[in-house]
């Protein structure tokens, strides 16, 4: 048996804690933008899409407000108190989230209403598929690094919401250009089911194991690059 500490120092856990609150922030800053503008367009509009990829960004907001609570402490000990109660909460919000999307989904595919065209929601939709991925990787890298199940988690709402743009995108032009309103619907739907199966991860606390402690791995056993036990997911 082999000790091997693969925790950061504890300078290293305070600078991470620190982009981590900045990446929220931003998160937090640019998806409150987002839903105002998806809500209006999508009111404007008539459509069901943006005004769902509109809630979808008020739920991101809560999750990554959940996650700045947890990091709002400067002492370790207290965030990793609060890494499951955050958890849960981001858990809630892919499965609110998921329910909403396949509610959308299937009012659209049973023809409940006619989106009208949307240049505004095609931009911002455009804007999200460019910025999302770069605020989700960078979190999920620090998140990793730090251990944090509950920032990973958040990264990969983020993430979803990169989905979700790019199925939006997809529908709207399609939407506009030939009348294809089948496509955004069934796209929404996938994306629905990915959403449950990160609610249920986020719910049982899985995305990373927090190396905070020494580890004790057997002769036959090797940690990976991030640090993860075998059997975690903390880089997938």
Avoid at 111 to 129: H, K, Q
Wanted: proline share 3%.
């Amino acid at each position: 048996m082999t000790a091997i500490s693969l925790g950061p120092s504890p300078a290293r856990r305070d600078i991470l804690a620190r982009r981590i609150r900045l990446l929220v922030a931003a998160t937090i800053t640019y998806n409150v933008i987002e839903a105002i503008v998806a809500i209006t367009a999508g009111t404007l509009a008539s459509s069901t899409a943006l005004i769902g990829f509109g809630l979808d960004s008020v739920i991101e907001v809560s999750s990554a407000a959940a996650v700045a609570w947890q990091f709002s402490a400067r002492d370790h000990a207290v965030r990793e108190a609060r890494e499951q109660r955050t958890l849960r909460i981001i858990a809630v919000s892919f499965l609110a989230l998921a329910a909403y999307v396949s509610f959308d989904a299937v009012r659209a595919l049973t023809g409940t209403g006619e989106a009208e065209r949307s240049i505004p929601g095609i931009v911002i939709a455009a804007l999200s598929l460019a910025i999302m991925p770069f605020l989700s990787a960078a979190q999920r890298r620090a998140g990793r690094e730090l251990g944090s199940a509950s920032a990973v988690a958040d990264s990969k709402q983020t993430l979803l919401c990169t989905y979700l743009s790019a199925v939006l995108l997809l529908g709207l032009i399609l939407n506009a250009t030939l009348g294809w309103s089948w496509a955004d619907p069934i796209a929404a739907l996938v994306i629905a089911a990915i959403a449950v199966k990160e609610g249920r991860e986020a719910w049982q606390g899985k995305g990373c194991c927090a190396p905070t402690a020494p580890l004790v791995l057997s002769a036959g056993d090797e940690a990976d690059a991030c640090g993860c036990r075998p059997g975690c997911d903390c880089c997938n």
